[in-house]
């Protein structure tokens, strides 16, 4: 296992240096805030929806190397899927990051994100781009908070 949790942190590690889809969208159908208190993580996420599918997705923001890595490896894995594989998909990451023995089943790079298990503090970290996401296709303006 070792040489996976190497393989992980190099995946996290690339992301946080040279984040995908790491842009202003001027055109986006729908946009939010995020924000995460407890470590100062912030972002911003702009998507394009076009018939219930997510054509384009991007964000700003600065935060630690854990919420940068998320959002990009988020953008990453939801360009193309529609509103209800995202949904579906955030269920999944969520519980490979809460649950004890959930596997990575079909989330590909987004398991790089299971280690963060181990670290409870961390794991609102890895979620915020996706409670974000949440907020962004419900057309909330409010910022959203992990708290
Ligand atoms: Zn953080």
Known sequence: MIELRDLYQEVILDHNRSPRNFHIMEDATASAEGYNPLCGDKLSLYLK?????????????????????????????????????????????????????????NLGKLAALSGVRTFPSRVKCATLAWHTLQAALSHSSQTVSTE
């Open 49 to 105: 929806v076009d018939n219930r599918t997510i054509a384009d997705i991007s964000f700003v923001g600065c935060g630690c190397a854990i919420s940068t890595a998320s959002a990009s490896l988020m953008t990453e894995s939801l360009k193309g899927k529609t509103v209800e594989e995202a949904v579906e998909l955030f269920e999944k990451f969520h519980s490979l990051l809460t649950e004890e023995n959930a596997l990575p089943d």
